[in-house]
Each structure stands twice: as C-alpha cells, then as structure tokens.
C-alpha cells in the first residue's frame, strides 16, 4: 500500500485514506494537489459530464527541441491530452460548463490548445446561456510554445468579457498554485474569484519577489488566506463545500437551464 505524507504537518497515511477525503489531510486539513479527473467525480452529478473540445492536441509552433517528448510524456503521466479538461455537466441537477486545469501536465501551463479550449467554453456558455466554472491550476504560460502562449492571456480574456456582455456568470477556484500568465488573464475575471485553503496565489513565486527585492516576505505571502484579507480573493472554499457552494451560486444567479 502506498504512502502519502502530508507536506504540511508531515504526517503519512494510507493513499486510500488521502482518496477517501478528496486529497485533504485528516490530521491538519492540509489541501493537496489534485488531479483534473479526481475533481469531476466529486464536483460534477454521477454520468453527467460530456467532454468538449477532446481532440484538441498541441503542436509545437516554434519548433522547440523536446517539446513533443514532454508533451508525450504529460500524456502518459495523466491520461490527458492537454493541461485543461472541458466540458458539459450537471452540479446537483443544475447545467454549468466547466473547465479544470490539472498541475500534473507540464505545471498546468497554458499554451495555444490550453488556451482555445478556456476560450471556447466561456464563449459556449455565452452561447447556450449557461454559467461557466474554472478551476485554476498553473505555473504560467508554457514557455515552448514562446509568444504564442502569452497571446493566450488575451484570447481568454476577450472570451470572458463575452461571456460577461451576455450577462451570465464565470466562477473561478482558484487552486494550488495559481501563477503567472493565467493569474494575469482569465483567473482574475471571474464574477466570484475563490480559493482553496493555503493555495499560492499570484504572479511571480515568492521565491523570485525575495530573489528581487532582497527582502524577506511576510508570513503567508501570497497564501489564499493572505489574499482574501487583502481583497484579492473573494472567498476560500474548502474541497469538501466546493459542490454545495456552486450549486448555490448558480440557483442565487437564476442562470441554469
């Protein structure tokens, strides 16, 4: 049986125990990373999701050496073929489109396909008149892809204002990490930005801002609890509240068919 220790109170349990309690350490509530696929099964209705836009698969357009082996590589370590799944679902009887990032491809990286696929499922809910839900998860824009990523940050933004001009809502979770060119874009647009506990959220890492400043940084610096005190952060939402608390955002916005 594999082990899991907890990064934060260093206490090891069962891979089961940790599964059992959605990736939440029983002994200090810790939230640990967690993978796209295990997020749909407690946040979306049994049977309810449909997969949008799956075929999508990234290219390499400034021919960087080795970017198809990771990308291959990201495939074979998460079952996905890119950094964000999409798609239709139901949360407690209700319609919503989602879009959630997984970590585990390439440091949830947003490149071209990473970002048509934001995109296009913020301009389906303006379409369908549905809400949209993001769960945020990256290191920024993905580096091999050069200046095609950073125009992602605009392509998705433009995509959220439309959705916005169609008077529906965009929530956002924002989850363990949240940096760099997606939190400058579509992370921070939604209508209600959330957190998971103790999730880093910002642009650069506090690592980069103490290498810069030659400062040392507060306690807590850019911790979802740090962010909410300073309004950056709506609210913080725990794993375990996450579907209750959508469901009741959707049927207080009155926008789910």
């Not at 204002?161 to 965009?170: H, I, M, N, Q, T």
């Not at 949240?178 to 209508?191: E, H, N, Y």
Request: overall charge neutral; aromatic content about 8%.
């Amino acid at each position: 049986m594999s082990m899991i220790e907890c990064p934060h109170c260093k206490v090891t349990h069962e891979k089961d125990v940790f599964d059992k309690n959605l990736m939440v350490c029983p002994e200090c509530s810790c939230h640990l990373r967690m993978g796209a696929m295990d997020r749909l099964k407690y946040l979306a209705d049994e049977n309810s999701f449909e997969e949008l836009y799956k075929n999508l698969k990234s290219k390499n357009p400034i021919e960087m050496d080795g970017y198809e082996e990771k990308l291959l590589a990201a495939e074979a370590k998460t079952s996905m073929k890119e950094a964000v799944i999409t798609g239709r679902a139901k949360i407690d009887g209700l319609k919503v489109l989602l879009g959630i990032m997984s970590f585990d491809f390439m440091g949830g990286s947003m490149g071209s396909v990473v970002g048509e696929k934001i995109s296009r499922i913020l301009l389906q809910g303006a379409k369908e008149g549905l809400p949209v839900i993001v769960y945020a998860t990256s290191g920024g824009a993905r580096m091999q892809e050069g200046l095609f990523s950073l125009m992602q940050m605009a392509k998705t933004s433009s995509a959220a204002a439309e959705l916005d001009r169609a008077g529906l809502p965009f929530f956002v979770m924002l989850c363990d990490p949240t940096t760099g060119g997606v939190t400058a874009s579509f992370a921070m647009l939604g209508d209600l930005t959330c957190a998971e506990p103790g999730a880093l959220i910002g642009f650069a890492g506090p690592r980069v801002i103490e290498g810069t400043i030659r400062q040392k940084l507060p306690e807590g610096f850019q911790k979802a609890e740090f962010q909410m005190q300073k309004g950056f952060v709506d609210c913080i939402v725990p794993r375990h509240e996450q579907k209750a608390f959508f469901a009741k955002m959707i049927r207080a916005h009155n926008c789910s068919k």
